[in-house]
């Protein structure tokens, strides 16, 4: 199975830039799908973005343009780069992984960061 561990989260004003990192260990690494999901107090958990391991990915619509999710396979480390951060996106942000095929949705990914924090002021 699976471990992942993020980091990179932090406090930042609006338009400003963070990159989150998830270090994942196991052998089955390459073989998963990955992604960042988000909840903020009060709102229910939304996917942000997925990537197989082929490199293809997807995105929420509302961070379509702003935020890159990447992959380095021989680290084993995935990537979330947010730029243009606006104060909705204030939320703890978690690493997931599942097996192929990807989605959006929480509930088919089967392993968890403990997340990383993301405060946006205005």
């Known amino acids: 199975q699976v471990q992942l561990v993020e980091s990179g989260g932090g406090s930042v004003q609006a338009g400003g830039s963070l990159r989150l990192s998830c270090a994942a260990s196991g052998y089955t690494y390459r073989t998963y799908c990955m992604g960042w999901f988000r909840r903020a107090p009060g709102k229910e958990r939304e996917g942000v973005a997925v990537?197989?391991?082929?490199?293809?990915?997807n995105y929420a619509d509302s961070v379509k343009g702003r935020f890159t999710i990447s992959q380095d396979n021989a680290k084993k480390t995935l990537y979330l780069q947010m730029n243009s951060l606006k104060p909705e996106d204030t939320a703890m942000y978690y690493c997931?992984?599942?097996?192929?095929?990807?989605?959006?949705?929480?509930?088919?990914?089967?392993?968890w960061g403990q997340g990383t924090q993301v405060t946006v002021s205005s």
């Open positions: 997931a992984a599942s097996v192929p095929p990807c989605t959006l949705f929480g509930t088919d990914f089967a392993y």
């Open positions: 990537i197989d391991s082929d490199g293809t990915t």
